[in-house]
């Protein structure tokens, strides 16, 4: 389902509140998180994925991905808060291909956790996500910055894991940059594994707003258009779960 350019809060959350799900074209979902603040400082934000590190979890199973990792704190009508680096851990039941383990990951860099672009989006999941569930006051919060590189031998997999829930409340999906890549879909399915949903991130602020409890998630694998060149797929990923 595409949400329209006019999209607003309003009708995201209802389409949310409805679906477990909801897409956002990339201008309006510049507007949403420009409303909140400027991002100003978007190339030097987008420009960080070129220095994230290798997930050497995923490698020690034959794959490949790089990411860094951020773990912030958010109550409703306070600032977003860094918390100390720390581990990322999801059970078995919601990763069964890395679940159970405490993985470390190499830290969002300090001057892009304080990013003027991350601040405003991390405030937007924050009255978003707040306004979809008002009874909670206190909420984790975890950013990933993921890169998949594809190449003629060998697909990237930006959902490994296959079809999935995180184990949160809510999922914000925020394409960062497309290069060179074809494919790369995001499936949305019912816990009976009806399809739901399809669409795929394509420009920049393209986004995908979730309902973890409610629906599953997935990206098909994404291979180069020109298999001669580099390929890359950058998203951004923030959950929120209520403490």
């Not at 329209?4 to 409805?18: F, S, Y």
């Not at 816990?191 to 991130?201: A, I, N, V």
Request: aromatic content about 10%; charged content about 20%.
């Amino acid at each position: 389902m595409n949400a329209p350019l006019e999209a607003t809060e309003t009708t995201l959350h209802d389409q949310v509140r409805d679906e477990g799900f909801a897409f956002v074209q990339g201008d309006a979902m510049r507007r949403l998180v420009e409303h909140i603040a400027p991002v100003a400082d978007w190339e030097a934000f987008a420009a960080s994925w070129n220095a994230l590190e290798p997930d050497t979890y995923l490698a020690a199973t034959g794959r490949f991905r790089r990411r860094r990792h951020a773990v912030f704190a958010a109550s409703p009508f306070g600032h977003v808060e860094a918390r100390p680096h720390q581990a990322h851990f999801q059970t078995l039941s919601y990763n069964t291909l890395q679940g159970d383990i405490e993985r470390w990951f190499a830290p969002v860099l300090p001057e892009i956790a304080q990013s003027e672009t991350l601040r405003a989006i991390l405030d937007f999941c924050r009255d978003f996500f707040g306004g979809l569930s008002p009874e909670v006051a206190q909420w984790h919060v975890e950013a990933h910055q993921f890169r998949i590189e594809a190449t003629a031998g060998a697909a990237g997999e930006p959902t490994p894991e296959g079809s999935h829930r995180d184990g949160v409340d809510y999922v914000l999906v925020l394409l960062i940059d497309r290069e060179n890549i074809a494919s790369g879909t995001t499936t949305i399915h019912a816990p009976d594994g009806r399809s739901l949903g399809e669409f795929t991130l394509a420009h920049a602020f393209d986004a995908a707003l979730i309902h973890d409890p409610r629906v599953f998630h997935g990206v098909t694998p994404v291979t180069p258009l020109d298999q001669s060149k580099a390929s890359h797929r950058d998203v951004l990923v923030v959950t929120f779960r209520a403490v």
